[in-house]
């Protein structure tokens, strides 16, 4: 157990004009997962950690919806050290392990779900030994977002968007928020990009079809100036500590805030893996013909 108060010293949280604001990533709550897998857990003690360590440093938390309503208001009514908690795949754990913690805490934050597998299992990691790791249940999910936490959509079936032709990639996106607004009673407002992997063209049928945000990865702290269908998010993994968070709240450095070298790399490989995408839609005749059905050109 860290000693909060070694730390609680170290945040500054930047409250400058350009007011950087960290989204964390987080997927599943708990201590058990194959070695593949292991990257994608947190356990429920370290994740007390946080959550202790934010409150003690009076941050406080926004869903990404409240925080891009913010963004187009130029900031204003966006609390001081504000954060954003995020959690992707709809992990049974959470209900469990995460959301009472959340609440202890008097924090909110945004789930994204993929719905095609609520109730079901991880299907879509069975090439990472998860594919029997519990998901959440609609009536969960209900209750969830009765609590206060935002549900948002991750696509239907969890695949790489930028990877699809756009026909798929449209219904995909439509399906996820027309079933989570079914069920939930509620309309849908933000979306997270699988694996972070989206292409302009995704991009522009996110915000077509009617959310008005979408997060990313990228590895470093948003702000008042980001792109609300590309918000950057911090991931968050087993090994994360307090000491990790207060360097990249308090600095925009550490561990978690990838280089700027690396964040150019990782732009270079989205977009190889963009134009990859094209070409592999082209050559098997599923992308020709699907730019009618998108939103228009880059």
């Not at 789930?111 to 969960?140: C, H, K, N």
């Not at 790399?265 to 592999?280: E, F, M, N, P």
């Amino acid at each position: 157990m860290v000693a909060l108060s070694t730390v609680s010293e170290l945040i500054v949280v930047n409250h400058t004009e350009e007011q950087n604001i960290p989204i964390l990533m987080y997927h599943s709550i708990s201590s058990y997962a194959s070695p593949r897998f292991r990257p994608c857990i947190v356990s429920p003690e370290a994740f007390e950690e946080h959550l202790s360590y934010l409150d003690q440093c009076h941050c406080t938390s926004v869903t990404v919806t409240q925080f891009v309503q913010a963004i187009a208001r130029g900031g204003d009514g966006l609390p001081p050290r504000s954060v954003v908690l995020t959690f992707d795949d709809g992990y049974a754990d959470f209900y469990t392990d995460a959301l009472p913690a959340l609440q202890h805490h008097g924090f909110v934050a945004t789930l994204y779900i993929p719905t095609a597998f609520v109730g079901g299992t991880s299907l879509w990691v069975q090439d990472m030994d998860e594919g029997s790791r519990p998901l959440l249940t609609w009536e969960q999910l209900a209750e969830i977002s009765a609590s206060g936490i935002e549900c948002g959509a991750h696509t239907h079936t969890h695949r790489p968007l930028d990877m699809l032709p756009l026909s798929v990639v449209r219904d995909e996106i439509v399906r996820s928020k027309e079933l989570l607004e079914e069920h939930l009673g509620q309309q849908v407002s933000s979306f997270a990009y699988p694996s972070g992997f989206y292409s302009a063209r995704v991009r522009q049928i996110v915000q077509a079809v009617g959310y008005a945000s979408a997060c990313a990865v990228k590895g470093a702290l948003s702000s008042l100036h980001d792109d609300p269908y590309a918000l950057a998010r911090l991931a968050i993994k087993p090994d994360t500590g307090v000491h990790d968070l207060a360097a990249a709240l308090s600095t925009g450095h550490g561990p978690l805030v990838a280089s700027h070298v690396k964040r150019a790399r990782a732009h270079l490989r989205q977009r190889a893996r963009s134009v990859y995408g094209k070409l592999w839609c082209g050559w098997s005749g599923l992308y020709k013909g699907d730019e009618a059905d998108a939103v228009g050109n880059d």
